[in-house]
């Protein structure tokens, strides 16, 4: 929270505490932030759950294999199809999945809207239901 060392205890962090906990990296204004990390992760953890038979177990298929700035793949199990795509650089990266996602429906993605016509933002995470 917003109080001492982050509400994390009374005494002397052996870690300094992030200069901004008081507006920025605390639960308590993360949790009421609709895109805060925290509630990425709450997202990505529900994702995951709800379709563990896809996301899990699923067939595993690597796309764009000699592309070294994206990581690019698909799951498939139950008659559903995911792709997911991850931009690991601080550089808008181009990337060839090889599919038609014109219908294809946005999962999950750290930006407010998915990048299209096959480049990803800075660090942007994207993952579809391919129909």
Same mark, same amino acid.
């Given at each position: ?41 709450? @997202?990505?953890?529900? %994702?995951? !759950? $709800? /379709? &563990? +038979? #896809?996301?899990? =177990?699923? @067939?595993?298929?690597? %796309?764009? !294999? $000699? /592309? &070294? +700035? #994206?990581?690019? =793949? ?6 559903? !199809? ?50």
């Amino acid at each position: 929270d917003a109080s001492a060392n982050e509400g994390f205890t009374t005494g002397k962090p052996w870690l300094p505490v992030n200069e901004n906990y008081k507006t920025t990296t605390n639960v308590s204004v993360q949790d009421t932030a609709d895109n805060s990390i925290l509630n990425f992760v709450r @997202k990505m953890i529900k %994702l995951r !759950k $709800d /379709n &563990k +038979d #896809v996301l899990v =177990y699923g @067939k595993y298929t690597l %796309l764009d !294999k $000699d /592309n &070294k +700035d #994206v990581y690019t =793949y698909t799951r498939e199990a139950a008659g559903k !199809k995911f792709l997911i795509i991850l931009n690991f650089t601080k550089n808008n990266a181009a990337v060839e999945t090889g599919l038609d996602l014109s219908k294809a429906k946005v999962l999950l993605t750290n930006y407010p809207a998915a990048s299209t016509g096959g480049t990803l933002k800075a660090y942007e995470a994207v993952i579809y239901e391919i129909k």
